[in-house]
């Protein structure tokens, strides 16, 4: 007998299924399943319900100082059911990191940085020595149900004058192990192409649409390495943040038809309270703003990030898959959102979380 299900559920195409739900997993999905559960709830009232969504880039490490944040504050209180913290940690702090992330309510998942001590200072990668490749090998073994990837800040004031000697070297830690490179891209040195040339299809730019000099914005529209990086493979990630998110950018990308593939937030605890990043529904509604569909939204949020992080279970409404289920409401109203450059855009398109649901367990957002 399920443990929940749930009736009535209306999907994002307008249709309404009950699903039932037990032990963590989908297991029935159908038009009049029997009400014979633990537990039901009618949803015929709750607005849509889709696959749980995935914020693939936050900062939620809670022992680090410098970006840090609690994951169900930017999980599942915000209708998210699964938070990727962006490299907060490195292989001498991951196994701390992985024993905390054990007791929130959201799934938790980590990109591992290159640095051994993760972002403990600015410039994690000035100093050469802190990237091991063995003990970074070694890391992935041991927490392969946790590390979904790696990460590289190379931006200048990360790197130094190591230019792309790290990125090399993220890309020695990467052979054999079937993962991801997550590249945060910002000021140059090393240039933009210099760092794309190194990428590989499934690696991950994040800051897409920075409005720094070293982005993907030339003098009035994209510059071509950025398209033959789509072209090739790379997969595009909005990673917001305070700094890396910027209306212009994005808007021309979009008359380009070069959209981002993954929304996320790069949220932490400053941005979440101060902005402007505030949520990934914030950031959603942003990307809404500039002529992305509700349809494409939802699914740079779910079965996007399910497969640019390998997550098998997540991000499809299918028999077998995790029971994690975002349900929101869409409505009409008005808003001004802030870029991290302080530009504004009004919406007029609302997405509101209602309930997270995780492994069949309901939170209320």
């Not at 849509?48 to 880039?57: A, E, R, V, Y």
């Not at 993760?118 to 992935?140: F, H, P, T, Y």
């Not at 305070?242 to 929304?263: G, H, M, Q």
Request: hydrophobic letters at 40%; proline letters at 4%.
């Amino acid at each position: 007998m399920p443990g929940l299900l749930l009736k009535n559920a209306k999907l994002i195409d307008g249709s309404q299924v009950d699903i039932a739900i037990a032990d963590g997993k989908i297991t029935a999905i159908g038009t009049a399943l029997p009400e014979t559960a633990a537990e039901t709830v009618d949803l015929s009232e709750a607005g849509f319900l889709t696959p749980g969504w995935i914020d693939s880039h936050v900062h939620c490490f809670e022992a680090m100082d410098l970006y840090t944040d609690f994951p169900d504050e930017i999980g599942v209180k915000k209708g998210v059911t699964t938070v990727v913290d962006a490299g907060s940690a490195g292989c001498s702090n991951i196994g701390e990191f992985y024993q905390m992330a054990k007791n929130a309510s959201t799934n938790t998942l980590a990109f591992l940085n290159i640095s051994r001590n993760g972002i403990v200072a600015q410039n994690e990668l000035e100093d050469l020595s802190n990237i091991d490749v063995m003990a970074a090998k070694e890391a992935v073994e041991k927490f392969s149900d946790f590390i979904v990837g790696f990460k590289a800040r190379m931006s200048k004031t990360v790197v130094g004058p190591n230019g792309i000697k790290p990125l090399l070297l993220a890309k020695e830690i990467q052979e054999g192990t079937g993962l991801p490179i997550m590249v945060h891209i910002g000021s140059e040195p090393p240039v933009l192409f210099e760092i794309l040339d190194v990428m590989d299809a499934g690696d991950i730019l994040t800051h897409c649409f920075n409005g720094k000099p070293n982005g993907i914005l030339g003098n009035s529209a994209i510059k071509p390495e950025a398209h033959l990086a789509k072209e090739k493979g790379i997969v595009f990630d909005i990673g917001h943040g305070t700094d890396s998110f910027n209306f212009n950018v994005a808007k021309t990308a979009f008359s380009e038809n070069l959209k981002a593939d993954l929304i996320s937030t790069d949220i932490y605890i400053r941005n979440r309270l101060n902005g402007p990043v505030y949520d990934l529904p914030t950031t959603m509604e942003k990307l809404m703003a500039i002529g992305y569909s509700l349809e494409e939204v939802i699914e740079k949020v779910t079965s996007a990030p399910a497969k640019a992080l390998g997550l098998a279970s997540k991000g499809r409404l299918e028999v077998g898959a995790d029971a994690d289920f975002t349900i929101f409401k869409v409505e009409s109203g008005t808003k001004t959102l802030t870029d991290s450059n302080g530009f504004t855009q009004t919406v007029e398109t609302l997405v509101i979380p209602q309930k997270a649901i995780v492994g069949g367990t309901i939170y209320e957002c």
